[in-house]
């Protein structure tokens, strides 16, 4: 607690501020673990450090995303269950120590999940450092693609004629369908999970496989259209196929809506962070 107060100090001074960017400009990747606005509040959001240094990778893994009704709150996670007592009160019987049960995953994926992340953005960086963004919604003329709507080898085609962009070897594809924000707007959030989900078609597998992108993420549940193309062997059948064959890193429920505009002008050319 004492370093992370000490950290937010330094910051709220304009020297904390300045010697922030010099850091940057000399760093590869800067990883931001407060909540979402609070470095852009200081001057110094994404676009700020990329002034200083134009390749930079931002990561920002705020606990309630970038966007949405709470991406303001903060998260505390095993810590807040701790000094709140809840880890006592949710420890399993006759154990020495409360050890107790645990709903904070995230803490723990997002160690794992951010060097992996980090380390396919520098290999991306490395080989091309462009991000296309596809915005099949907008292209189609709707809020958002309905639940089971796959998006096949023509639909990828016709948006990036449309768009004018091209997709080249190790490029990260990202491709809006404009489901999550669909969670915020259902009463029971249940349905969000069984009403399924438009998403890729397990035909663009082998075309994914020929561009030799790098990177693949959209804004729904699992990458792929559910309920999933008949017929199928086993549960997520694009998804494993993409991980198995082309070894794609993929990326789902992002939250793209704010990226509508933003990316068109940031994703083109260079990495940009995806979250929330």
């Keep these: 607690m004492a370093g992370w107060l000490s950290g937010v100090r330094i910051l709220s001074f304009t020297t904390g501020v300045r010697l922030l960017k010099e850091l940057a400009a000399r760093s590869d990747v800067v990883m931001d673990n407060f909540r979402a606005d609070v470095l852009p509040r200081m001057g110094l959001g994404p676009d700020d450090l990329r002034a200083v240094r134009d390749d930079l990778i931002v990561l920002k893994m705020p606990g309630l995303g970038c966007d949405g009704p709470r991406f303001r709150w903060g998260t505390w996670g095993s810590t807040l269950t701790a000094v709140s007592g809840m880890t006592y009160l949710w420890n399993h019987p006759d154990q020495p120590r409360p050890v107790g049960s645990q709903g904070v ?102 075309w994914l496989y020929e ?46 809506a704010r990226g509508r505009t933003a990316a068109h002008r940031k994703l083109q050319g260079q990495i940009e962070d995806i979250t929330g």
């Design 105 to 206: 995953y995230p803490d723990y994926l997002t160690g794992g999940f951010a060097p992996a992340v980090v380390i396919a953005a520098l290999l991306h960086r490395q080989r091309t450092g462009r991000g296309v963004f596809l915005d099949m919604a907008r292209h189609k003329g709707v809020k958002r693609l309905d639940p089971g709507y796959g998006i096949k080898v023509d639909d990828l085609e016709a948006c990036i004629e449309a768009q004018g962009v091209e997709v080249r070897t190790g490029d990260i594809l990202i491709v809006r369908t404009g489901h999550v924000p669909l969670w915020y707007e259902l009463e029971d959030k249940m349905q969000f999970w069984t009403i399924g989900a438009p998403g890729m078609s397990i035909t663009t597998v082998d």
């Design 211 to 256: 561009k030799e992108i790098a990177a693949l993420a959209l804004d729904n549940i699992a990458v792929e259209v559910e309920p999933f193309e008949e017929p199928y062997e086993h549960v997520y059948p694009t998804h494993s196929r993409l991980i198995r064959d082309p070894g794609l890193t993929l990326g789902d429920a992002q939250h793209l």
